[in-house]
């Protein structure tokens, strides 16, 4: 079957770094992807891993262990604006989402 | 056009009606996903469109939800005979197959509530 498991909720400080982790166990793999999704609005785009490693991109960085069936979303110097939900997926042949992590940044 | 474009916002119904419920993907985009999400909670997969191959339909809940896709670009998500339980936003996203990065582009969803 397919599993995707990520923490409820997190909260941290302006200006801090949060790591939020992701577990999947799907039958096949073929990418990993996070989204952010501010309450009452579409998903958008935030990174897609493939291979194993760290994706950077400005503030946000992705990392992916295919081995360990394991990605975290890394969140450099946290604003306010990024509370929201973040969400994990993974393709298997069909795109699968976690329930995502509610971030609350305070001041 | 310029994004994923759903039809209509919010749609309330009586329990019992059947709905109808549409998403236009971007231009050249041939997979076309539908997706759920009810309050506070994540995205859960209804049925994905891949170019002119037979749509995966795993997803979907009851023989109540169906859904086509015209001419691989309009798509509707028909629920019959709707439940206090279909209450939901309904999200539809589209994305191009070809690249390694096949993100997902989504519509603003429609919020369907049953009363």
């Known amino acids: 079957g397919q599993n995707i498991d990520q923490p409820t909720e997190m909260t941290a400080t302006e200006g801090a770094i949060v790591q939020i982790n992701c577990t999947y166990q799907t039958s096949g793999f073929n990418g990993l992807f996070w989204y952010q999704q501010h309450a009452g609005e579409a998903p958008t785009f935030l990174s897609y891993n493939v291979l194993d490693g760290l994706e950077e991109k400005g503030r946000f960085s992705s990392f992916l262990s295919r081995s360990k069936g394991y990605s975290y979303l890394l969140l450099k110097e946290l604003q306010m604006k990024d509370s929201a939900s973040y969400l994990c997926a993974v393709r298997d042949t069909v795109v699968i989402f976690g329930a995502g992590t509610r971030l609350a940044v305070h001041p | 056009g310029a994004g994923v474009s759903q039809s209509p916002s919010n749609k309330v119904t009586e329990k019992g009606k059947d709905v109808e419920l549409r998403c236009d993907p971007i231009s050249g985009h041939t997979a076309l996903y539908w997706y759920r999400q009810s309050l506070g909670q994540g995205l859960e997969f209804l049925i994905y469109f891949q170019g002119n191959s037979a749509p995966d339909k795993s997803g979907l809940p009851s023989d109540r939800f169906s859904a086509e896709r015209t001419g691989g670009s309009v798509s509707t998500l028909t629920i019959q005979r709707t439940q206090q339980e279909d209450s939901a936003v309904y999200l539809c996203?589209?994305?191009?197959?070809?690249?390694?990065?096949?993100?997902?582009?989504f519509g603003q969803g429609t919020r369907l509530t049953v009363v």
């Open positions: 996203a589209s994305s191009s197959p070809t690249g390694a990065n096949t993100e997902a582009f």
